[in-house]
């Protein structure tokens, strides 16, 4: 195959697919092409993510990209009555006293900002969630693993779940029905470097040539394309370290447990009311070690996470095997496990039904994504596990670098500086509300 | 071989040599160790690189860094009479109009922090360097490549060549005699991170406990360290990335070219007079790619070097083999040689008479070196190819670092506040400098 182009997307995930999406719509006339190394969009870490949104992040930036993706999110689940699986059931934070005045200085941000935040007391805590352990007394087991006492919470109810492969599949029945071209199960293997005025000297391109990304080797072939987007999330290193650029970003897994809401405890909790109109729990972060679950109430479950900080190696992506990166139940049984169960003992006892890992593509300078254009190579990731709540707004930022426009208009008329968010002038706040 | 030590220094470059020396020098009655994979000090990278100094920078941060060290080499060669090879011959920087003019805020940056700065017009350098080419009229092969005249010069006097082998052996002699001990061909092969309390449960370190790098696994056993210095050039995120943190440095290869200065108007290059006291040519860099050359006057040679920005990959390194990194004749017969010759055309016919590659520890966020304490690990590095010239004030930074002082004191009685050169709180300047 050999096939030519005007913009090449890699990847099919959230970033791809909103990107071309935006792409084609505003740039009808241009071919556009999306290619990805699975057999339908959203296969790879967008499937495998644990699908929240929020608005609340301690960066101006983060807020802004969040909170018009979200408007848009609920544009579609509310005014157009696309079903993307949306779920407000808001982010619980559960702190300490030190936590809690750590944070006010973020959260008063956040409210000037009009980002809405609930501030719950121990004694609201209690009553909403009466099987929750806020003390520990002298309790041998809390004071080896230095557990925190719940003083207090913060909520934000701009926030929950939504379905990653509805949302996917959302952008790319548009980009189809827009005239987009989608080939799966077609793998990007190198970029191929070529000077912008072809000489006809071998060994071209010299280091005083111009050089640009002339081609994209894939598994079934070449591909032309006068614009190159990449779009490969955790594995974007991949692509760029042989052509000498580096997105900051690293690969880093991110494990997910699902556990039966098992008893007439664990389903009180699950469908616990006073947090959200749907009467359900919000996703709950715990004081310890970023552990967090959420409802899914379609199923009767919980999810259980842990957003470890250290520790952990960055993995390094020599192969695509998604396989190679499982979930391992020890994790859970010894990471995760003691600290659930010491603020939640209704878990006492519960299994691992199933469990999966993801590849985070963390920004590992500031945990805000980027997208910046190399001349003809735009480049768009390092989400660091929040890509899908920011999404559109990048995919909207993405057609702006391509149409090297200095600001992109995000969902709710909302400007965005296109340079601010890439590396030559970056001019982005370091997230310091991260789970 | 199982050994314990107060302070573990991996890697005996010029960070690690730098820092030992200073750590030893300050805390004596600390056990200091330096591991190294080579037999000797400075075998890697700092023995294989050009060797420069100049205190030309833009970024304030790499001003400090580099005059303070520079003035201490300068010490160690004019006061204490220890002979480090050091020949004040000067930069010399070849621009067009437009290079020239944005050039201008930097310099009135340096002017204005005490750095000196000489310019000098087109027809100054004519008289200097009368074998200069300084414009193309309608010459086809200038036009090809897009050659800048050159309209005039920057001139650094406090900028120059150092010996790097004498350097180092100069800090490893200062750090034995002060007890501090050296072990080679002793390879640090990953760092072994273990709990800050061990509860002896089968699995720790658990993500709910604090963690620390507890021993080094080399290939002649295993070293229990209180504090670990990576020092590691480089090769730094070959450890690092296994436990989740990163140095934001990554491997470029840089080559040298070795040209003998035959024939009468090569010599007259290479002892040309005028820009300082040595009556030798400065290192001259031209306009373009940022070829630029040096004399190497005991040896009668030039060397040769290219400082592409892009094109050419980072370099994965899963080995340690050097060889594998080599030098490429076609590099400066089709990239390089074309540049230098159409500038100064006494080049033309002359061959490579010897070449080598060393790798840079590129700091990819901001061409700024970098220094951070995490709990007991201190990681040195990032230096960008300039690291010699800094690495007296890096390893004095090392050794507050490990104090735990605010505050460094580098040489000439210049506070550095240690924060800042971290990533946590990293204040520095993007260099925008560079050759």
Known sequence: MSVRTDILVIGAGIMGMASACHLKKNNPEKKVLVIDRYGAPGQGNTGRSNSMFRNTFSSRDNQVLSNSSIDFYLHLQDELKIDIGMQKIGYLWLMDEGQLSASEPHLRLMERNGIEITRYSRKELKRLLPGMVADFGSSEEAKLIELPTVDGGVFGP??????????????????????????????????????????????????????????????????????????????????????????????????LFSIRAKGEKLEALLRCKGFNALDLLPLV????SGVHFKPVSEEGDFWVACEDQVNRPFIDLPEHDLEKYQA?????????????????????????????????????????????????????????????????????????????????????????ATTKIGFDKRDVEKEEWVI
């Open 158 to 255: 701009k926030c929950g779940r939504l379905d990653p492969d509805k949302l996917v599949r959302f952008y790319a029945r548009e980009f189809v029905s827009s005239g987009g071209e989608l080939a799966f199960n077609t793998e990007a293997e190198s970029l191929l470097v070529g000077p912008s005025k072809r000489l006809g000297i071998d060994g071209e391109p010299f280091v005083w040539q111009e050089s640009l990304v002339e081609r994209v080797a894939t598994n079934t072939g070449t591909i032309e394309a006068e614009v190159v987007v990449l779009a490969g999330g955790a594995w974007e290193n991949e692509l760029l370290e042989p052509i000498g650029l580096e997105s900051h970003a690293k690969a880093k897994k991110r494990q």
């Open 285 to 288: 972060i715990l004081p310890k």
């Open 328 to 416: 391992e139940r020890e994790y859970y049984e010894k990471s995760v496990y003691p600290i659930l169960t010491s603020y939640f003992p209704d878990f006492v006892g519960s299994k691992v039904r199933a469990m999966w890992a993801g590849l985070y593509s963390y920004n590992t300078i500031d945990s805000t994504p980027f997208a910046f254009r190399h001349k003809n190579l735009i480049v768009v990731g390092g989400d660091s596990g929040s890509g899908i709540m920011k999404g559109d707004a990048l995919g909207r930022i993405v057609d702006a670098l391509y149409r090297e426009e200095g600001e992109a208009n995000l969902y709710g008329d909302v400007p965005y």
